[in-house]
């Protein structure tokens, strides 16, 4: 069974999100950690976790939300997730200088109050970086928090670095893409640092690319990387399990062994 480790549900996006969760189910995909990132969707993504068994919570704000985030939600958010035990992680976090250059500082200044949340609560965290490698870099490296690199779509370099300071490496729909370098690096991470993830409803692995992502295509995901380490993919569903249970604590009645 495999874990998709980072992906949205929003009613915005699926017409319906029971049917989404079921063809995930049916496609050994059997949990899901789903990402809350502005203050709607943390709401409706709770919400869904709370009536499903197999649907675990990251929580916290993307950088596109810097302008309208206050310090008042992010103690409500600290409330929240206190009080909520299907909350294994904070994110998406992060820094994005590919849609908003005009203020990088307010995003550090949001990104750093968030790992120290993460700290605080002593939760992972899961990292949005885009167009923003060294800042995202140096902010991790000094503030010394755990988690992983979510969509990860870098250079070697790059991924090296993130190794050295602990982090996981999401890898999603991207892999399969004709074109990328991806293909190329990802030989060279060991397998015990890669996680699994959609990042649904976007970026669609082929040959499903264009269409709305969903949980369900993880095993496309698993299968090009397998062909990229030249394993079975028995070897990747069993490694990457076992490492999304190695950063994230799924508190369930039914948790697998
Ligand atoms: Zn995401």
Known sequence: MYIDTHCHLSKNDYENIETVIENAKENNVSYLIISGCDKENIKESIEIANKHDNI???LGYHPSEVKTTTDLDLLELKEIIKNNNKVVAVGEIGLDYHWDKDNKEEQKTLFKKQLDL???LN???VIHSRDAF???FDILKESK???VIHCFSGNLDNAKMYLSIGFYLGIGGVLTFKNTNLKETVKEIPLDRILLETDSPYLAPTPHRGEQNEPKYI?????????CKGVEISEIEEVTTENAHKIFTLRSANKID
């Open 134 to 136: 060294q800042d995202t």
């Open 118 to 120: 993460a700290k605080e």
């Open 219 to 227: 095993p496309l995901i698993a299968e090009e990387l397998a062909t």
């Open 56 to 58: 675990y919570l990251a």
């Open 123 to 125: 939760l992972p965290v």
């Open 145 to 147: 928090n755990f988690g």
